[in-house]
């Protein structure tokens, strides 16, 4: 889905789309395993999640949830 959309997604999109993963997953393991097949990394960081595209592992930024 937004593997293929412009260079920098809205980050109220991209939140949007991990929440509603995650809801759909019952670990953080299987979840982040999901989001990978998105071409995205995901990591917990303090606060929220530090979000990723794969493969340069460009860093779009860090979201609340």
Same mark, same amino acid.
Do not use: D, K
């Given at each position: #889905?937004?593997?293929?959309?412009?260079?920098?997604?809205d980050l109220?999109?991209?939140?949007?789309f991990l929440v509603s993963e995650r809801e759909k997953t019952v670990s953080d393991a299987e979840w982040k395993f999901r989001m990978r097949g998105y071409g995205y990394h995901v990591k917990r960081v303090k606060g929220? !999640? #530090? !979000?990723a595209r794969i493969p340069k592992n460009e860093i779009l930024?860090?979201?609340k949830m």
């Open positions: #889905m937004f593997a293929e959309t412009t260079s920098r997604p109220g999109q991209l939140r949007h929220g !999640v #530090m !979000v930024g860090c979201i």
